[in-house]
């Protein structure tokens, strides 16, 4: 579909525009989900007026729920009094008539109330907002009447912005701080790809959000009282903790469901660990199938029951792609003589580390006076950094990345699928990649690949592509002068945990006739993080030739004595 445009001279209604789409979408792909109530209600917004539909939307966009009439003012609702009668006469907002002395105090500025007459007598011309409050609740004094509405049917349109979105953080605001009029996207059959067939599921799914909500009001207590124990405090906490954890439902087989319930269980487990109820802890963590539960439980029992803790870790070798997982479980079992895998225990290949001084300043990136520097040598360098690997695995599994599984795409305009950082994702997809892995496996058909989908695709947003960085000669080379084993394992590495493995590559790419050179380029103070290495080590193991290049400032050296 063409994109909207969100230039509000040339389209002042733009943010009606997305409402309208978004209500419209989720009406039809999810007709068998609404309930007939809540059908009749979006059919009755969709019967406004457009400037009630366009005030309203105005406000779904603003916090709160209560808005004076008198403060509500847009260049493009000229009529607004008829918009807000009409939205009022549908039951989309609601007169507050009397009996809110709340409402007329906190929807009042210091400076209104200050000039009420009503106030006048009682000397409060430089009294802060928290005296008036105080002096007000002291004398039981009634403020004049203000007009207010409050919005209605707030639940429904969050539950239709969660069936587009697929979760329940993202809303309208996405597409208007988005400019989507200067992006493109795939075009994905999201006939194939419903997140939800009943309403069962969904509601259960937006219960656990609420639930992750509050655990998250719960982890940050937790935080402070172990900053700053006290007994009431923690006595309270754990009441709180034990009631959401009893509330938690049962397994589901609905995947997101079960995927936001193994994420509520880890939350839950870490809490009752901070607060020291281990016990506790264990039985959240022994509900969830993410690795770092599986991690916590091993470090819970490492003590008490070591032949469970070890066999924890041998099953986080054996099933997760978790960096920090896998880690702690090869410590453990190098430190317990347990068996371990052939690669776990391989020794990495030392780095090979360069140094070079040349003068720097403020104003160029350490990493561009490096380019200047092999340019003046007649070597072509590009600070390619996080780009090269990924845009190639993006470009020839373009269409394994954008099958349309359920659950994966909920509306046109995403940039990859929604599970992309999730544990599962190149499970979910193991064939579609196996064949994609196959079918790459000759040069013609890996070069055939590449330039047909840079060609086809060029300018569509994809989460491993970043254009404005790659160009295709460039991925050509590369891709001539790497091994096929060495550039499937660095494709298989980044699939195993894309959110983690999409970073940590060298800086610049640095061109041959007949080879290339990755460096790792690191300024006066600044040092090698901890992904970067691992990044570095494994492309050497894979034989691709890196470096690490140290710049030292030579202006600094000829100040020194």
Known sequence: MQPFSTNPKLNPFYYLDY???????????????FKAPERERLQAFQALPKPARALYTRLLQRKGAYFRVDKLTYSELPTLDIAVKNLINAGFLQPIRGGRQDLFLSLRTVKELKQLAVLTPLGLSNASRAQIEQTIAETSLELPDLEIVCVREQTLMALCQHLFFGNEYQDLSEFVLSDLGLQRFETVDLSLSPAFSTRDDLDLLRLIGTFRQWAKTLERDSLRL???????????????????????????????????????????????????????????????????????QARLQIKTA?????????????????PEARHYAERVLRANHGAISEEAVRVPNPLRIEQINLPLNKVTRVERRVIEHFAEQGRIAVHIENHLYPALLGLLFWEVIFTPIPGAFHHPFQRGPADLDEADFAHRRAASFAQRFNMLSTLAQRQRQLESCYTDKFGLANPFVHWSAIELPGLLFVLN???????????????????????????????????????????????????????LRFLSAEGIEVSVLQVTDSDDLAKTP
Not at 307 to 320: D, G, H, P, R
């Open 19 to 33: 409402l309208d789409y978004l209500l419209s979408f989720v009406s039809k792909r999810y007709e068998q989900v």
């Open 226 to 296: 172990k900053r700053k124990p006290d007994e009431a405090n923690q006595i309270e906490l754990t009441k709180a903790l034990t009631s959401l954890t009893e509330m938690v439902p049962d397994a589901s087989e609905h995947p997101l469901v079960m995927r936001a319930l193994n994420k509520l269980h880890l939350s839950l487990g870490r809490i009752h660990e901070r607060i020291g109820l281990a016990n506790e802890a264990l039985r959240c963590y022994q509900k969830s199938d993410l690795a770092p539960a599986l991690m916590r």
């Open 306 to 322: 070591p032949e469970v803790a070890l066999l924890l870790c041998n099953t986080i070798l054996k099933s997760s792609n978790d």
């Open 481 to 535: 002068h790497t091994a096929w084993p060495a550039l499937s394992a660095i494709f298989r590495r980044i699939l195993q945990n894309p959110k983690k493995f999409r970073s940590g590559f060298p800086d610049l790419i640095v061109f041959s006739t007949a080879h290339y050179e990755l460096i790792e380029v690191k300024g006066p103070g600044d040092r090698l993080q901890t992904h970067q290495t691992a990044w």
